[in-house]
């Protein structure tokens, strides 16, 4: 009988893919976690799948016509057709953050300087005790979320940028190709 451990602090983390995760919609991600409990499982957005579209591709109208330019990222495989906000600022030296905003406070958040303000297509979500599971199985690493994490690119090289930051053996895993085999 192996001793008990409390599960990790996963809420306000990131989660860096494993190597090993092929899935296209997992594969190099960064996920922000944004809730998480053992009764209620856990919520998250991708951070660095751009989807090449922006707010205004998708909302045409004048009421979004500020939040046209933002570009859309593809926040997980669930519940793909609706799109949420979030924002990225300082507060006290470290970084926070606000997910789920509603368009209003969206648009209060882009006038304010040093915030970066972001919108989602769906989100990843797990159910109770489904990423606990997949933590243990290795499918995950947990970080915590840079302080210069709103000005890196938020594009695949996101994750290859902090896996290197954690150890020589991440930087190796960062570096090595999708295939072994083919090189």
């Not at 297509?121 to 997949?134: N, T």
Request: proline share 9%.
């Amino acid at each position: 009988m192996s001793p008990y451990s409390p599960p990790p602090k996963i809420q306000r983390r990131l989660l860096l893919a494993s190597p090993s995760l092929r899935d296209d919609t997992f594969r190099k991600s960064v996920i922000l976690i944004g809730e998480h409990s053992a009764d209620e499982g856990a919520f998250g957005l991708i951070l660095n799948h751009p989807s090449g579209r922006t707010v205004g591709d998708v909302l045409p109208s004048d009421e979004f016509s500020a939040l046209a330019r933002l570009p859309i990222y593809l926040g997980g495989p669930v519940a793909r057709h609706n799109l949420s906000f979030a924002a990225f600022h300082e507060n006290d030296g470290e970084l926070a953050f606000e997910l789920r905003l509603p368009v209003e406070k969206a648009l209060a958040r882009m006038k304010q300087p040093g915030t970066l303000v972001r919108a989602f297509a769906g989100h990843s979500g797990w159910s109770p005790k489904q990423l606990e599971d997949e933590l243990e199985r290795e499918s995950w690493t947990i970080v915590d979320p840079p302080h210069d994490l709103r000005h890196l690119a938020h594009d695949l090289t996101l994750w290859k940028t902090l896996m290197c930051r954690l150890s020589p053996y991440h930087r190796i895993l960062a570096d090595a190709p999708d295939e072994l085999l083919a090189n």
